[in-house]
């Protein structure tokens, strides 16, 4: 009796789940994505070993052992030796950047992407109803949306969006507004352009919570086309499912971790603290327990509420992070045949990886995102989703999760799925034959790992400036 009473229950729930999702598809305005375009800095901004140790000589207020901490970042940080910086800071203005240093930089992403989408796309800048522009770090009068409105002769009734402090999950953030827009705007066309300026916000101080952004982010960028026409479907390479936002900027440790301030010099920075890799892992937590319902089968969520149920109940006070995070987080691979991580830096993969279980295979695109183009902030999800269409990855009916961290905190997911195989080298056209390397070892250390050496600890800086 008590087997049949179980069963008709399995059935009822099942039903139930069913029906949710049946409402959930027809509620949900759809959002496809015609075509994504990212950006590739000139050779000329390529930041090899030598110009990164030229850019760093020139911080007159480093000493040796912020210049071992530095070195040391460098090497563990899965950088390569192909990223791109600024314009300003490759000629040496990093100390006193201009506004139209700032301007430059946005114009060259901004335009070399659109030219490229509008071009492959077919579609006329003048058909756009609905643009999205963001970028943290660079507020300027007139916007930046309206810089690209008067560069493309945009119609006056375009609807126009300028995004900035929403850190590098501010990409879905934008997609998440044109969704909502999509319910009251019919058959249209919207543009979302993310990245980030990098120019006037390099840190020239010596707190090293603070010199890790220099040692992290990276110029790039990517445009997107989205449509709600349901005619044009045949035309999409992508379809969003679901989105899920969390902010968790109600916890002190966690609105703190990623942060815009000033030092006791009065240089202005970007600080990551220690606390990111856990502000990250609860807020996908909380976040998870919205997504997860959404895009899981059944049968993994009625395994997962008896898994949990189970070790709640055998759960020792002295149960480690670690252990709580594995306990805490279903198979998503259940529901997700890719996992596109923001490449914000290698802690943060990793962590993902570790607790979603995710294999080397998985973790991949990321990896060698940040390898080759290190952390482009808001633009870094899209690179990621480059690598794994370069690589022949992405075919018909796949759905791939999203999952991006930004200062807030925010944790930023979302599912699509595959409309047509996906085939594009784009951005990693000529590179991406070499993708995985045999290894990620950064050749810093071979040329620079003396100052690791206690016995010449006497060497000054400025003995070394110098002679370099």
Not at 250 to 261: F, P
Request: charged share 20%.
């Amino acid at each position: 009796m008590e087997l049949l009473t179980a069963l008709y229950l399995l059935c009822f729930l099942y039903l139930t789940y069913y029906l949710y999702k049946i409402a959930l598809q027809r509620t949900n305005q759809c959002c496809y994505m015609l075509g994504y375009e990212c950006y590739k800095a000139t050779e000329d901004r390529k930041l090899d070993t030598e110009l990164c140790a030229s850019i760093i000589l020139r911080n007159k207020t480093l000493g040796l052992e912020e210049y071992r901490f530095l070195l040391q970042t460098i090497v563990n940080s899965g950088i390569g030796e192909n990223t791109y910086a600024p314009d300003n800071v490759i000629q040496g203005k990093e100390e006193r950047p201009e506004l139209i240093d700032s301007l430059t930089e946005m114009d060259q992403i901004f335009f070399n992407t659109l030219d490229s989408l509008f071009a492959k796309s077919g579609i006329s800048p003048q058909e756009i109803d609905i643009l999205v522009v963001n970028v943290s770090l660079l507020s300027c009068v007139p916007s930046l949306a309206a810089r690209v409105i008067n560069r493309y002769k945009m119609r006056c009734d375009v609807k126009a969006f300028n995004l900035s402090g929403m850190g590098c999950s501010a990409s879905l953030v934008a997609i998440d507004l044109v969704q909502h827009l999509f319910k009251s705007y019919k058959n249209a066309y919207a543009i979302v352009v993310s990245t980030e300026a990098l120019g006037a916000n390099w840190y020239c101080g010596r707190e090293k919570s603070m010199m890790l952004s220099n040692c992290l982010f990276r110029s790039g960028g990517c445009s997107m086309l989205f449509t709600n026409n349901k005619a044009l479907k045949h035309r999409a390479i992508l379809k969003l499912k679901y989105m899920v936002r969390t902010h968790y900027g109600s916890n002190d440790e966690a609105y703190e971790c990623c942060i815009q301030v000033e030092d006791g010099q009065g240089y202005r920075g970007f600080r990551l603290t220690k606390k990111l890799v856990k502000a990250a892992a609860q807020s996908f937590i909380i976040n998870l327990r919205v997504l997860g319902p959404k895009m899981l089968p059944l049968w993994e969520i009625i395994r997962y509420i008896i898994v949990v149920s189970f070790q709640q109940r055998r759960k020792s006070k002295s149960a480690s992070l670690d252990q709580g995070l594995m306990a805490a987080i279903p198979n998503l691979k259940t529901g997700a045949d890719h996992f596109c991580i923001h490449p914000g830096g290698k802690a943060v993969i990793d962590g993902v990886g570790k607790s979603l279980g995710l294999t080397d295979y998985d973790l991949e695109p990321a990896r060698m995102t940040l390898h080759r183009y290190g952390n482009t902030s808001a633009g870094g999800l899209w690179y990621v989703l480059g690598y794994m269409e370069a690589k022949k990855r992405l075919k018909k009916g796949d759905r791939i999760i999203m999952i991006s961290f930004g200062a807030g905190f925010k944790c930023n997911n979302c599912v699509w799925e595959v409309m047509k195989d996906m085939t594009d080298r784009n951005v990693w056209e000529d590179c991406i034959d070499e993708y995985p390397p045999d290894s990620l070892g950064n050749p810093f250390m071979e040329k620079y790992g003396w100052i690791n050496d206690a016995a010449l600890s006497f060497i000054r800086m400025e003995d070394y400036r110098s002679i370099s």
